[in-house]
C-alpha cells in the first residue's frame, strides 16, 4: 500500500474513534448522577450539550472577525497588485466565512438547547433572560452577515463589505455577551447562573463530562472549520478555472502540467 | 494639517445640508413618518392615563419612542451614502476626499438629522400622549448620546451596502441588530426618565449611551476607509 | 427528553458537514479533467 493509502487508513481510524468517543461521552453523560439543586434534576443534563454551544459561538464569532480584519487591513495604503496579494486576501475571506458559518450553527443550536432546557425548568420557552436575549440578538448579527453577503454579486465586494460589517458588529457583540449580563441589575433578572461556574460550584463528574463534551465539540469544530475552508477555496479554484482572468482581472492560474483528478480513480 | 481635515469635512457636511436643503426628501420623509406613525402610537393607547403608576404604560411609552426614532433613523439615514451610489457621484467623492473626512461629514449632517428627528418624535409623543417626564436631564442625555450612536452606525451600514443589491431595505436591516443594545440602553433609560425605572439604572444607561456613541463614532472611519475603494 | 440535546447537538453538526462535503463535491466534480475545458 502507497503512502496514501496508509495515510487514509490512520485517517479513517482517527474518525472511528472520535466517533466512538463520541459514543461513549454521550452515553456517559446518561449515567452521572442527578444534579440537586434543579427543579427537574434528571433534565439537568441538558447543560451538558446546552454549555459548549455559545462558548464555541463566541470564540468563532472572534475568530471570523480576526479573519475579516486580516481581509481587510492589507488593502489600506496600497492597492493590491499582485496575485498572490488577491488570492491571500481571497484566503482570509473563506476562513472568516467557514468561522462565521460554524458559528451560526453553535448559534442555532445554542438557542434551541436553551429554550429545551428553559422548558423543562421553568416550563417557558422564552423568558427574556438576558443571556437568552442577548445571543437571540447574536443571531441577528450572524443573520444580517449572511443576508448581507447574498446581496453581492461581485466577490471583491462581498468580501470586503461583509468584513466591514462584521468589524462594526464586534462591539456591540462584545458589550452584549460580556458587558451586558454582568451588569448588576441585569444579573439579578437573570435565570442564568454567572457565579456557579466561576466559583467551581461544578465539581467531580459533572466537571469531567462537561469538559469531554467540550474538548470533543471543540475538536469537531476544527475539523469541520479546516474541510469548510477547503471546500471554499476548491470553489475559488473551480471558478476560475478554464478560465482567461478571475473575477478581479486578473490572469487566472493557469495549468502548467496535467492537473490531477482529486477524486480517487480507482 | 489639521485644517486641511476641518475644511474636507465641512465641505462634505456642507454638500450634504445643501442638497438635502434643494430637495428636502428626506426631510420631508421623516418628519412626516414621525407625525403619522406617533398619531398611531397615540390612537393605540387611547383612553389610557400613560402617567399611572403602575400601569406598566410608562415602559411601553420608553419604548415606543425609542422604535419610531430608530425606524426613522434607518429609512433617512443610509441616503446620504446610497445616494451617491445612485447618482454616480461616489467616484467624484473618492477623487476628491479622504475616507475620514467623507465619513466624517456625513456622520455630522445624519448626526443633525436624527437629533432633529429626535426632537421631533419627543415633542409630538409626549404632546399627543401625555406622558410626563420625571427627570428630564436623563431624557436628554439618553436622547442625545443615542441619536449619536444610531448616525454612526446607521451611516456605516449604508457606506457598507452602497453597491448591494435591494440596498435601501437592507442596509436598515443589518443596522437594526447592531443597534439593539443601543435601544436597550435607551429604553432604561427612557423609563427612568419617565419616572417608571430607577434614577440609578438610567443614569448609567445615559453614561453607556454616550459611550457607545463616542466608541461607534471612533470605529467608524476606521472601517469606512477600509471598504471605500471597493 | 434528556436525549434530545445531544441529538440535536450531533446531528446538526453533521447536517453541516454533509453540506460542506457536498460543496467539495461539487467543486472537485467542476475541477477534474473530463469537465474542465483543460
Excluded at chain 2, 451617491?84 to 465619513?103: C, I, K, N, S, W
Aim: proline fraction near 4%; charged fraction near 15%; include cysteine.
Amino acid at each position: 500500500m502507497d503512502l496514501r493509502g496508509h495515510l487514509e487508513n490512520l485517517n479513517n481510524a482517527l474518525r472511528a474513534l472520535f466517533a466512538l468517543l463520541m459514543g461513549v461521552v454521550t452515553v456517559w453523560s446518561f449515567q452521572v448522577p442527578d444534579a440537586v439543586g434543579f427543579q427537574r434534576p434528571e433534565l439537568a443534563r441538558i447543560f451538558f450539550w446546552h454549555f459548549p454551544c455559545p462558548l464555541l459561538l463566541t470564540g468563532l464569532l472572534f475568530v471570523g472577525s480576526y479573519f475579516s480584519f486580516r481581509h481587510l487591513v492589507r488593502v489600506q495604503g496600497f492597492r493590491v497588485e499582485s496575485e498572490t496579494d488577491n488570492r491571500e486576501r481571497q484566503l482570509w475571506d473563506i476562513r472568516a466565512v467557514a468561522a462565521l458559518e460554524l458559528g451560526f450553527v453553535f448559534c442555532v443550536l445554542t438557542m434551541i438547547t436553551g429554550i429545551l432546557f428553559s422548558l423543562v425548568q421553568w416550563g417557558v420557552w422564552w423568558q427574556w433572560d438576558p443571556r437568552q436575549t442577548s445571543f437571540l440578538l447574536a443571531m441577528l448579527v450572524y443573520g444580517a452577515y449572511f443576508a448581507l453577503r447574498t446581496a453581492f454579486t461581485d466577490p471583491e465586494k462581498r468580501a470586503a463589505n461583509s468584513a466591514a460589517y462584521m468589524l462594526a458588529a464586534v462591539l456591540p457583540l462584545i458589550f452584549l455577551i460580556f458587558v451586558y449580563p454582568r451588569l448588576p441589575q441585569v444579573e439579578q433578572a437573570s435565570f442564568h447562573p454567572t457565579q456557579s461556574i466561576m466559583k467551581g460550584q461544578i465539581k467531580g463528574a459533572y466537571a469531567q463530562v462537561v469538559s469531554a463534551v467540550i474538548i470533543l465539540t471543540t475538536i469537531l469544530s476544527v475539523w469541520l472549520y479546516r474541510l469548510r475552508v477547503r471546500a471554499g477555496t476548491l470553489e475559488l479554484l473551480a471558478e476560475d478555472y478554464g478560465q482567461l482572468e478571475t473575477h478581479g482581472g486578473h490572469p487566472a492560474p493557469t495549468g502548467v502540467v496535467r492537473p490531477v483528478s482529486l477524486s480517487d480513480p480507482h | 494639517m489639521s485644517s486641511g481635515w476641518k475644511a474636507e469635512i465641512l465641505a462634505v457636511y456642507r454638500k450634504e445640508l445643501q442638497t438635502e436643503l434643494r430637495s428636502k426628501s428626506g426631510l420631508v420623509t421623516a418628519g412626516l413618518f414621525s407625525f403619522v406613525t406617533v398619531v398611531t402610537i397615540s390612537l393605540v393607547l387611547f383612553n389610557k392615563n400613560v402617567n399611572a403608576p403602575g400601569s406598566g404604560l410608562q415602559d411601553i411609552s420608553a419604548g415606543l419612542v425609542w422604535v419610531v426614532i430608530l425606524f426613522a433613523s434607518i429609512l433617512n439615514l443610509p441616503r446620504t451614502f446610497l445616494l451617491e451610489e445612485e447618482q454616480g457621484t461616489a467616484d467624484l467623492l473618492r477623487l476628491f476626499a479622504r475616507p475620514h473626512a467623507v465619513y466624517w461629514g456625513k456622520v455630522l449632517f445624519n448626526i443633525l438629522q436624527v437629533l432633529g428627528t429626535a426632537t421631533l418624535v419627543s415633542v409630538l409623543f409626549l404632546g399627543f400622549t401625555g406622558t410626563r417626564v420625571s427627570v428630564p436631564w436623563i431624557y436628554v442625555v439618553s436622547l442625545i448620546g443615542g441619536s449619536c450612536s444610531m448616525a454612526g452606525a446607521v451611516t456605516l451600514c449604508g457606506a457598507i451596502v452602497a453597491q448591494a443589491a435591494n440596498r435601501a431595505a437592507l442596509a436598515g436591516a443589518i443596522a437594526v441588530p447592531l443597534l439593539l443594545p443601543l435601544v436597550q440602553l435607551g429604553v432604561t433609560g427612557m423609563r427612568a426618565a419617565f419616572g417608571s425605572g430607577l434614577v440609578g439604572g438610567g443614569q448609567a444607561a445615559a453614561v453607556g449611551l454616550v459611550a457607545y456613541a463616542a466608541i461607534m463614532l471612533a470605529i467608524g472611519p476606521w472601517i469606512y476607509a477600509a471598504i471605500w475603494k471597493t | 427528553m434528556a436525549a434530545i440535546p445531544p441529538l440535536l447537538v450531533w446531528c446538526g453538526l453533521y447536517l453541516y458537514l454533509t453540506r460542506i462535503e457536498k460543496k467539495v463535491r461539487e467543486a472537485e466534480r467542476r475541477l477534474s479533467p473530463e469537465n474542465g475545458s483543460k
